[in-house]
């Protein structure tokens, strides 16, 4: 009998690169399904197909339902998939990584075993954030001071360069409709940033709980990615859709920040971003005699890798 399940699967190198993708496609009362290679969102307005090797994050929001093909689709190309809630304020699930090494997450578990380089790696991150300070000797309750310091004249400017009225932050968890425009659109903001921060997570196979500035919660890295770019894409679109009118504001900040982020090839700075504050090349994962299978290893002596798949009863190796 014939079954989805006898296709072959792709390889890393025949998928479109996460800094490539388009960085999310939200979609709500409608049901998706596949088509050959492709997902279907079917709904009072008809069928849209969407290639499903160009999506970065899948953004599911209510009245949507999705068959088991559809979810096998995304599920082979890498691709991340959030059910979420009124407003796009709630994530509930992540996606496969689009690659098969354990490269990158294994180096995200170095540097977090040790506080010594959990800080490192913590004050790498605000070396982003704040390009013309050194927070080499800095600590974490300094650091945690900047980054409230960068946020509130982050608000203040935004509020000014719109003229949109601005009196403090208010994140109401249960109730999106409780916040002022303003105050909704960072919200709904900061949530794609979230979604959009999980999926290069996830396709890039690191852990999203190890973080090195958030922590205890299942999504900690995905919080620390996220923050690199919200004073610079995140919260200016949000401005920016709240100046337009109070009437959509959540689904017009969501545009907005669509835009900017392939404008200013996000998905690219991000998976770089990641990387270097990883310290990795990627030198281990390089399989030079057959660049299309994947690469498994056994851990030996001295941090030596040895060929899988070969018995080394009784063999020494060097």
Known sequence: MNTVARRGASSPRELARIGDRISFVYLERCTVHRDANAITAEDTDGVTHIPSATIGTLLLGPGTRITHQAMALLGECGAGVAWVGEHAVRYYAGGRALTRSSGLVEAQATAWASRRTRLDVARAMYRLRFPDEDPTWR??????????????????????????????????????????????????????????????????????????????????????????????????????????????????????????????????????????????????DTDTTDPMRDRVTLQSDGDRHVEAGRNYGGEIIW
């Open 139 to 284: 600590t974490r309750q300094e650091l945690l001071s900047m980054e409230g310091r960068r946020l509130k004249e982050c608000y203040k400017r935004e509020a000014a360069r719109t003229g949109v009225p601005w009196r403090r932050r208010e994140y109401h968890r249960d109730d999106f409709s409780a916040g002022d425009p303003p105050n909704q659109a960072v919200t709904a903001a900061a949530q794609c940033m979230y979604g959009i921060a999980h999926a290069v997570v996830a396709a890039l196979g690191c852990s999203p709980g190890l973080g090195f500035v958030h922590s205890g919660h299942e999504r900690s890295f995905v919080l620390d990615v996220a923050d690199f770019y919200k004073t610079d894409i995140a919260i200016p679109a949000a401005f920016d859709a709240a100046a337009e009118g109070e009437a959509d504001v959540a689904a017009r900040t969501r545009r907005l920040l669509r835009d900017r982020i392939h404008q200013t090839g996000l998905l690219n700075r991000c998976v770089r971003d990641i990387k270097n504050l990883l310290g990795y090349d990627g030198t281990r």
